[in-house]
């Protein structure tokens, strides 16, 4: 079997959408099982009481949109270093889930801090960097819609997605960095986590989701973008010369 | 746990419920709007034009 073959939209597009229902299944038995446990099993916490169960839903949308910032990157980068239609039509597909994952970490974000620190909002570094992220994505998507061109609009799109990328380590870094408002970070790849097992589980379980939920809801897009963008080639194709 | 202990959330019940609340509500709506994406793009039925009459491009004598 030719894997590049995957690389031409046209035979990307059949396979993109049987991929899509192994992923959207496993979401949607993924957050009911994450909600489960996030409010029926996770005890209440000693110090936030029940306001903490915001987490489940605040951290993992809080890293998808730092990860799918990254991915867009990735890909705008490989669509415009490679001429990769494919590409970069991936890059335009995930930056609308990726702004509203972030859109959801700041009101999220809102709504816990308004019980917990007594204000829904504080220019602190990293509330002000995860806006930025949200005006990254939104100035990626406005960039993109104001060209006509799209392979124009591709490497406009790409030029911003890469300078951008500059800011996901300055949100994640923010924490220890600056003098903060925003607790710390939970979970440390270098040793133990500092929450009980239950709540790690519930977060984990809802990030696995929320991945899941990405991949199918990039894909689905992904197909629609395929057609807008190729199906006046293949109009095209079939016209008499 | 009675459940209007459980929907009180220890008093933060607006806060928790808001945060799930908008959650799915920008699920939903990404979902909508993605399914009406697609439902514009479907393949319209295609019409074979019907010509009535013959048409040339040369003019009648």
Known sequence: MNLYKYAAPVNFYPLAGKLIP????????????????????????????????????????????????????????????????????????????GAMFTFLSLVTGALWGKPTWGTWWVWDARMTSTLILLFLYAGFISLQASIDDPRRADRAGAVLAIVGVINVPIIYFSVQWWNTLHQGATIRILGKPSIAPPMLAAMLIMLAACWLYSVAVVLIRLRCIILEREQNAAHLAEVPV | MSLSEFLSMGGYGFYVWGSYLVSLIAFAAELVSLSRRKKALAPQPKHKPVIRGSITNETTS
């Open chain 1, 22 to 97: 192994w992923f959207a299944i496993p979401a949607a038995i993924l957050f009911a099982a994450g909600l489960y446990v996030g409010f029926f099993v996770a005890p209440t916490d000693f110090q936030q009481g029940d306001a903490y169960r915001i987490m489940f839903i605040h951290v993992p949308a809080a890293w998808m949109g730092m990860f799918l910032y990254v991915l867009l990157a990735f890909y705008a980068a490989i669509g415009w270093a490679f001429n990769a239609r494919l590409a970069s039509m991936m890059a335009s597909s995930i930056a609308t889930t």
